[in-house]
């Protein structure tokens, strides 16, 4: 067994084992926490995109290894008997062997160059593959986490708006507010209600993803706030690394270009190779010694063959072809770099407004937390004016529950604001090509 195949077979026993692990485990796991980076872990080995690529990258090595295997000699044995009459009309070989191998080309140089290039655009779109992983994992966790306290406090939200249906109902009975104050009450209460139940569906949807991509039961995950790192405030100023993505698209163009150099020399340029024939053979079942003098049995035949192609329209239309796919390789590499130049450029835009936005975000629900002390410190000790014409109105705990449900719905977009700020701010990361100085900041938490 090679040590390629021998990595694989312990790699397909480690992740059986793992799998093992984790299905007897499921019970013990149900509705635990789980921190981000061991999401990561596991969405990045039970992700289908990162073993089609791993596939990719065996086949490239494959590809590899056969190039090079072309300047090995190729021994093959084989057999042949049987009766004949009269003049012989083949070699009474009972037994042969023949060896080949390729001597010297130009094209199979370039072809070497070509399929090292490929490997190395393989391995590159695995790590692409593995950072979206990664980036899509750290997305679903962080927004399950923010998700949960967002319907923790739309179900207090609920809680509040149930109390300012009670009170309004005493008041509406009291003759104190009009059924419109109430039906008002009421509406806010349906309206809170629908809000939980959307926040519901969609931390249901999220719990569905995280458990895909984990590869774990539905359910079992509960996100550990503490362990999600703080995102950096990365910007377009950032410098810029080259992304593996951008990376692998520049390889394959150098291999397309690697081939069709090779392509190219293949139809004008000599090839040499080495060739060697033993045949054992036997006059037991023909006459061959009668017709042929100095008959022996052991046969041994070995030389060069040199090969100059003059004309040959079907490689020059394979030579086209090859320069054909290069460009269009070379093409779309630009093409993606260019891409991921306006994406950061995007990117970096919405993340000045995102900003902006959460910080208004978080003014407002700082604002609407003192205006609740406000409301609650007069509720205990009164406004101070309980006479005279301009004397304030008394606090009233519906106004108390107004305040209450207003201070969670502020503090529910403050956390929706920061949500679409991390979502950016990742995205940035990954297109600057510093998603690993995330991962390293994730392992390291």
Do not use: C
């Amino acid at each position: 067994m090679t040590p390629t195949a021998l990595h694989n077979s312990r790699s397909s026993r480690l992740q059986a084992l793992l799998s093992l692990i984790i299905l007897l485990a499921a019970p013990i796991l149900a509705h635990a926490q789980v921190s981000l980076a061991t999401v990561v872990d596991l969405a990045q080995r039970n992700s289908t995109a990162v073993r089609l690529a791993q596939s990719d990258v065996d086949k490239a090595a494959a590809s590899l290894r056969q190039v090079s295997n072309e300047y090995i000699p190729t021994l093959t044995i084989g057999s042949q008997v049987g009766y004949s009459h009269g003049f012989p009309t083949g070699q009474p070989s009972v037994a042969s062997a023949s060896m080949q191998s390729l001597v010297y080309s130009s094209s199979q140089r370039q072809y070497a160059k070509a399929a090292r290039a490929g490997l190395d655009a393989t391995n590159l779109a695995l790590k692409d593959a593995r950072e979206q992983v990664a980036l899509d994992a750290s997305t679903a966790y962080i927004e399950m986490d923010t998700v949960n306290t967002e319907l923790a406090a739309a179900r207090r939200q609920e809680d509040f708006a149930t109390s300012l249906v009670h009170i309004e109902t005493d008041r509406s009975e009291a003759g104190v507010d009009s059924s419109l104050d109430l039906l008002q009450a009421r509406l806010t209460a349906a309206q809170l209600r629908l809000k939980r139940l959307h926040l519901e569906a969609r931390a249901a949807t999220l719990a569905e993803q995280i458990a895909v991509l984990a590869g774990l039961p539905v359910g079992s995950i509960i996100p550990d706030h503490s362990s999600i790192p703080e995102i950096p405030e990365i910007t377009a100023d950032t410098p810029a690394k080259s992304t593996p993505g951008l990376d692998s698209a520049s390889a394959i163009a150098q291999s397309r270009q690697f081939k069709a150099r090779g392509d190219q020399l293949a139809t004008n340029h000599l090839q040499i190779g080495f060739g060697a024939i033993y045949n054992y053979d036997s006059n037991e079942l023909n006459s061959y010694s009668t017709y042929y003098r100095n008959f022996t049995p052991n046969n041994v035949s070995f030389g060069l063959q040199f090969q100059f192609p003059l004309f040959d329209l079907a490689r020059h239309s394979v030579a086209k072809q090859s320069a054909a796919d290069a460009l269009r390789a070379k093409v779309e590499a630009e093409q993606a770099h260019d891409q991921n130049d306006v994406q950061i450029a995007t990117l970096t835009g919405n993340i000045h407004e995102l900003d902006a936005q959460a910080e208004v975000a978080s003014l407002k629900q700082q604002i609407a937390a003192e205006q609740l002390k406000a409301v609650l410190t007069q509720l205990d000790l009164g406004n101070g004016a309980s006479s005279g014409p301009n004397a304030q109105p008394q606090i009233t705990p519906k106004a108390e529950q107004l305040a209450r449900i207003d201070e969670r719905q502020k503090y529910e977009d403050a956390l929706d604001a920061s949500l679409d700020l991390a979502k950016a701010r990742l995205s940035l990361l990954r297109a600057l090509g510093h998603m690993q100085d995330w991962l390293n900041e994730l392992h390291g938490k």
